[in-house]
């Protein structure tokens, strides 16, 4: 097996004049002095109480403006220093859950671009209907799942054992593009794969670029929604923040208005699944709390979901306080005056 | 002597029911010959379906002259061949009885008749009583609430409250000479509050599968019904961890139901033990106590790294809270097959790491797939510990095996120190061929006294 290496630059990190990849960190508090501090422990491959407390939120990636990879450090290390951030046996659920078996079809046939990925979402297949997705073809499986949501269970080598062969099965298709509905699947195939050096022979497009096109397609047909939405920003949102303004260019598109809240963009909170899986309730509460009580007081009537995953973890509490709960693809349908897939 | 012939004995039953009741066409006798377990079928001779309880006490004593075999029969859910009329004779089919007669709302009871339906009653106490709630087994709507307590049944609420016939308040019962007889409180009173504080009769009838009497209504109790409802999960991976864990979820006594599943498919569940824990409130500040309350109780294994609650999503969730579950119905279709079966044993909790091992060990020795689920019974007093083997009833082979399974597990579940539940005929010949002599001789004493013809279910609970 190919053994691949994190692109990190010590140089970078030591001469880092802001150190906001920790400083910045919602979940720690840590000042400049003490990120610096051990930032240098983990360069090193020492012990530090980051690696202990991480709540693998994916932030930091995002608030190094060098391009540096702090985050897949912290994870790097986890798995070398045996530091399992969620029990045991919630890894071997995961890990076995995403194991490609026997019965996983190696071939979609007749799949022809534009092609969309549902990763591991075979919930959402009835979604991907109507006029943003005329002519489409979707392909989901076992077998092309991305797999990064190991970073947050301390294995992030199992990324690098079966991203390759991910890659590999959808390679074979010869597709120049592939439109992954999961952002994880997007980040892995584009940062993730950078960061270690593993080759992509496809473009990765994201969904909500692909949305923002169709959606263009649709203009003349479109009604202005003129609601007020909170969006919900998924963890590996943060390590493609460049794909960021498709939100906003689709929210401006079908008129609604992404309220003002202290928990948004850079600031967001996590959805707080994994901190639930990390077994620590006071702070899983606490920030699902902050957060919904935060698209309230913004006086917010939907909470646009970006990642299911995040759907799953929030949208039940969301309902609670009187949202609607809905994934952005829904909400653009919406706007094209159609029923999301189960809308009565 | 006067001799009468089968004619004569459909007339009298058509007598008795009238003639729309009565059946012995092959395609209705078929019906009733099997249920979807694995004992052989067997056709009874007449199908009879009464409406009241004197209509009862006359085909029993019609059954009594005749000296015919007579089968209760509700939902013929068990499985297990239970009211399989192994040597024919009549089925009496209590359907047509399914009245609530009464309900007392501050004494939090309800009296049915016999052929009342889980699903029935469910609709009427959401309907008419929407703040009482009885315990749910998991078995289809359909099954029968006076089946599920003949066979010491167990549901949502037996955590709470012990095993679903702990839960009767009164009885009716004809007995197999055709008398009606009240047992409880409402042989004294009007009202069926209690068995207590007269000598409780009531275990002549339950756990005996019909083998003495007839019950024809019950007196059963209701339990106050929360406004939310939420699951959690729990999973580990060494099963030598779920006595403890259950003995520590026991102790909170904040949950409504435990059950404890594992499955080898989907791959998400694979070498996984799940402890479900279902919690209810009456507000969201009461559930939110509750789910701090069993996150602490766990907190050891948490911080070992042995066990973590799960993410449960929503339509996941919406499953766990499901009354009744339908994963058995599910799993029971596994196999493509239409055939499913399990053996049930009731261990204690500390046998619950044995009885996985050979879970676990006899499905790999007959190449057979399995589902478990185990619901803790009383405040960790027991558990029932399903081995249930989904089969392909069109596959001879898999059949065979799966026959060969069952009769292993009910062998390993006696040697583990546990009595199979609803045990089918074979599996009742294991268990008093393992019982104190003293104790099947006054089984056999009580049912000589009451059943001196020997008409009543027989083929169950009948030694050696």
């Known amino acids: 097996m190919i053994e691949y290496k994190l692109n990190f630059d010590e140089q970078l990190c030591i001469t880092c004049p802001t150190r906001d990849c920790l400083v910045r960190c919602q979940y720690m508090d840590i000042d400049k002095d003490t990120a610096k501090a051990e930032m240098q422990k983990m360069i090193k491959g020492e012990d530090s109480f980051v690696l202990h407390e991480c709540v693998t939120c994916y932030a930091c990636e995002e608030y190094c403006k060098r391009g540096n990879h702090p985050f897949y450090l912290i994870t790097d290390l986890q798995e070398k220093r045996g530091i399992f951030p969620i029990p045991k046996p919630l890894v071997t659920q995961w890990v076995n859950a995403i194991t490609p078996g026997r019965k996983d079809i190696k071939q979609f046939w007749g799949a022809e671009e534009p092609v969309i990925s549902l990763c591991v979402f075979p919930e959402y297949v009835d979604s991907i209907r109507g006029k943003l997705f005329e002519g489409v073809s979707i392909i989901l499986g076992r077998h092309i799942c991305c797999q990064p949501g190991y970073v947050h269970f301390g294995n992030p080598s199992l990324i690098r054992e079966r991203l390759p062969r991910m890659i590999e099965n959808i390679a074979k298709h010869n597709f120049k593009e592939v439109i992954f509905f999961h952002d994880e699947c997007y980040s892995a195939f584009t940062s993730y794969a950078s960061a270690y050096g593993i080759k992509v022979p496809f473009k990765p497009v994201h969904f909500f670029d692909y949305l923002h096109n169709k959606l263009k397609e649709h203009e003349s047909e479109m009604k202005l929604l003129n609601n007020k939405v909170a969006y919900q920003r998924p963890c590996t949102s943060r390590l493609t923040p460049e794909k960021e303004h498709f939100v906003d260019n689709i929210f401006n598109l079908i008129g609604v208005e992404r309220v003002e809240r202290k928990y948004d963009r850079e600031n967001c909170l996590c959805c707080a699944g994994i901190i639930r899986g990390q077994q620590r309730y006071d702070l899983f509460v606490d920030v699902q709390k902050r957060n919904v009580e935060d698209m309230v007081n913004a006086e917010a009537e939907y909470c646009v979901f970006n990642c299911p995953a995040c759907y799953s973890s929030l949208s039940e509490l969301v309902a609670k306080k009187g949202m609607k709960p809905i994934m952005m693809h829904d909400l653009c349908k919406l706007a094209l005056n159609e029923k999301p897939a189960g809308w009565k | ?464």
């Open chain 2, 1 to 464: 002597m006067e001799v009468i012939g089968m004619d004569d004995i459909y007339k009298s039953l058509v007598e008795i029911v009238g003639e729309e009741y009565v059946s012995n066409r092959r395609e209705e006798l078929y019906i009733y010959s099997q249920d979807p377990g694995m004992m052989e079928p067997h056709e009874p001779d007449y199908v009879v379906m009464p409406k009241t309880t004197e209509e009862i006490q006359k085909t029993v004593k019609l059954a009594n002259k005749m000296k015919m075999p007579i089968v209760p029969v509700g939902g013929s859910m068990s499985l297990s061949g239970l009211v399989i009329p192994h040597h024919g004779g009549i089925v009496l089919d209590l359907k047509r009885m399914d009245n609530v007669l009464q309900v007392n709302r501050k004494s939090r009871h309800v009296v049915i008749e016999a052929g009342m339906t889980q699903g029935k009653l469910k609709a009427y106490l959401e309907r008419k009583h929407p703040d009482l709630r009885h315990s749910i087994p998991d078995s289809p709507p359909s099954s029968t609430i006076v089946g599920n307590i003949v066979i010491h049944g167990q549901g949502r609420l037996t955590q709470q409250y012990g095993f679903n016939s702990d839960m009767v308040t009164g009885l009716e019962v004809v007995l197999p000479t055709g008398e009606a007889c009240k047992i409880g409180t409402c042989s004294v009173t009007p009202y069926w509050f209690a068995l207590a504080p007269l000598p409780d009769l009531a275990g002549l009838f339950l756990g005996w599968f019909g083998t003495t009497g007839i019950i024809t209504k019950l007196g059963l109790k209701l339990y106050p019904k929360k406004k939310l409802r939420d699951a959690e999960v729990f999973v580990i991976e060494d099963p030598n961890l779920v006595p403890d864990i259950i003995f520590k979820l026991t102790h909170t006594e904040m949950t409504e139901d435990i059950v404890v599943s594992a499955q080898p498919y989907p791959l998400i569940f694979k070498d996984i033990i799940s402890i479900i824990i279902l919690i209810t409130g009456d507000s969201e500040e009461e559930l939110e106590f509750k789910r701090r309350m069993i996150w602490d109780a766990l907190r050891t294994y948490i911080n070992s790294n042995e066990g973590g609650f799960s993410m449960v999503p929503p339509d996941m969730k919406q499953n766990l809270l499901k009354m009744p579950s339908d994963d058995t119905t599910k799993l029971a279709d596994v196999m493509k097959g239409g055939g499913f079966e399990y053996a049930g044993p009731i261990i204690p909790i500390e046998k619950y790491p044995q009885a996985y091992k050979k879970l676990l060990e006899l499905t790999s020795k007959h190449g057979i797939t399995f589902g478990h689920a185990g619901r803790v019974i009383g405040r960790s007093h027991c558990i029932m510990f399903s081995f249930a083997y989904p089969f392909n009833r069109a596959d001879p082979d898999n059949l065979k095996r799966t026959k060969k399974a069952l009769h292993d597990t009910n062998i390993a579940s006696l040697d583990i120190g546990g009595v199979p539940w609803k045990p089918e005929v074979p599996a009742q010949k294991m268990i008093m061929k393992k019982m104190d002599k003293n104790t099947l001789d006054l089984m056999k004493r009580v049912k000589r006294l009451l059943d001196p013809n020997d008409i009543m279910n027989p083929g169950n609970w009948e030694a050696e």
